[in-house]
């Protein structure tokens, strides 16, 4: 089993900057990608952004040019850092963890990010 565990959501006003970050830990050596996901009231979950831990990463297009994820340590933290934030970004976020297959298979408890206009 993998644990995530989300920090570092919050407040910020539109146009402001916020850092996400994910600590893994148990059985990560079988991890090979994580990511983030967001889920605002009513909408669907959406995958923000994903870095496999060879570095290739993947972006949601309204998110593109004002997200950057990385991560530290190959399996062990993943971060999000949140530049231009907008209204539109208000959601819970949530780390994710894949191992084998196309379906990511370990989800934290999600952080709240709220962003004000």
């Known amino acids: 089993q993998v644990r995530l565990v989300e920090f570092g959501g919050g407040l910020v006003q539109a146009g402001g900057s916020l850092r996400l970050s994910c600590a893994a830990s148990?059985?990560?050596?079988?991890?090979?990608?994580m990511g983030w996901y967001r889920q605002a009231p009513g909408k669907q979950r959406e995958l923000v952004a994903a870095?496999?831990?060879?570095?290739?990463?993947n972006y949601a297009d309204s998110v593109k040019g004002r997200f950057t994820i990385s991560n530290v340590n190959a399996k062990n933290t993943v971060y999000l850092q949140m530049n231009s934030l907008k209204p539109d970004d208000t959601a819970v976020y949530y780390c994710?963890?894949?191992?084998?297959?196309?379906?990511?298979?370990?989800w934290g408890q999600g952080t709240q990010v709220t962003v004000s206009s």
């Open positions: 148990g059985s990560i050596f079988n991890i090979n990608a």
């Open positions: 994710t963890a894949r191992s084998t297959g196309p379906s990511w298979d370990y």
């Open positions: 870095i496999t831990m060879i570095g290739n990463t």
